[in-house]
């Protein structure tokens, strides 16, 4: 984590070098089967890059979400429901930039990648228990997994709208899909039953197991231009 800090400055402080144009914005990720999350202000930095010409660029940056909560796949059972979170999740993308401008205004059209890696992951006991009663068709369950933590990676695609309030800066709005997931293996089991039945307990390991990092993801801020707009 600290050294991600130290990197994420250096990136802040250095911009310059890299793109005429920088954002600060603040993101809010809408996951599939998840809860809201929200980024930790002022650990957004968005707009890194280089032009390859007036109209492609090149794009990265860094955001530091406290997401509430993201849900599992590849488990032998469906939950609609959080089971991980919360946690502290980093979040670089690196995307092409399509650009389309106008007089004060320009829109762009993104696709690329991301990857990602949550910090102090745990999971969300409440809700896997009650997959896991669905799962069982049992009345009661009780469980206890430990877990391998994996950072992850993922496609994204979207559209930001710039509008310059004055010629040194202006307003973005951006909304992406993000299509991501990491490995989380668990192992362990659970105990439970049916009411007025015999208490089982077994053991069963979920090595497939991973983090669905799936869904909207929306951004609003401030675009500095430091140079000459794209």
Known sequence: MKRFLIVFFYLAGTHAAFSQNVGLSFSYFIPRNGEFSTPISPFSIRGIGVDLNR????????????????????LPFDSKS???????????????VFNIRGKGIQFDIKAGGFFFYAFDQRLNYGNLDKALRQYKSWDVVNSSYSFENHPGLGLSGGFELTVDVTRQWGISIETNYLAGQSKIPLTGGYSGGTIGGTIQTVSENFKDAKVDFTGLEFSIGIIFNTGKRR
């Open 55 to 74: 109209f492609i660029s090149l794009e990265t940056g860094a955001s530091l979400y406290r997401m509430s909560g993201l849900n599992m796949v590849d």
């Open 82 to 96: 959080a089971l991980t979170g919360p946690n502290f999740t980093v979040f670089i993308p690196g995307e092409i």
